[in-house]
């Protein structure tokens, strides 16, 4: 349950962040902004549903974790690792190709971590871990 | 490897949530092992079995073709 309110907690401070940046107004409106915004939002929902995932376990007297969701973690977690070797590798080689500045690669580039471990999930979801 | 857990369970007329907390995981678990989306652990295995009161080998059935040989 620790967890679940330490999910919900981090996943209220980006969106507080993010509203906040927007008030002082810091974010000019641009696409590359609207994107990085976006992909933000997107991740803060993955968090929150998952969270959601953890709360309906804990009404159904379910542990929150068990060795199928530590497997989908687990291979998800090392897909992302591998596929995020490569977007750097493409981060690096778009370095010199761009104007963006070094922090917004950076930030995309994180960004970027952040979906494609998303994806990893879903996709694991969705094919099983089965090993044969 | 294939399973028998579906066709156990409706036997025993249990469903999938009481089977999970039987044995101690989500019903998740159960949905993936009965889809043979997932292979269970050994010690998920054999808490399985043991509650359907049958060896693991009736409840979990190897595929003879698909099954590693044994190194000569």
């Known amino acids: ?132 | 490897m294939s399973n028998r857990i579906k066709e156990l369970r409706a036997k025993e007329d249990l469903s999938q949530l009481e089977l999970a907390r039987l044995v101690g995981v989500r019903r998740e678990t159960i949905v993936f092992l009965e889809k043979g989306k997932y292979n269970p652990s050994l010690r998920l295995a054999h808490d399985i079995a043991k509650h359907f009161r049958l060896p693991i080998e009736e409840v979990f059935l190897f595929d003879d073709e698909a099954a590693p040989k044994p190194s000569e």
Request: proline share 1%; aromatic share 10%.
């Open chain 1, 1 to 132: 349950m620790k967890r679940t309110i330490v999910m919900f907690v981090i996943s209220a401070l980006v969106v507080a962040s993010l509203v906040l940046w927007a008030i002082k107004g810091h974010i000019a409106g641009n696409i590359q902004e609207m994107i990085m915004v976006g992909t933000s939002l997107v991740i803060v929902g993955f968090a929150v549903y998952l969270g959601i995932l953890r709360l309906r376990s804990h009404r159904l007297q379910e542990p929150a974790e068990d060795e199928l969701s530590k497997k989908v973690m687990m291979r998800a977690s090392s897909l992302a690792y591998y596929i995020s070797i490569y977007l750097w590798l493409f981060v690096m080689y778009i370095s010199d190709k761009t104007t963006l500045e070094v922090h917004s690669l950076v930030g995309a580039g994180i960004l970027g971590m952040a979906v494609v471990f998303l994806l990893c999930w879903i996709g694991v979801k969705v094919v099983g871990t089965k090993n044969v």
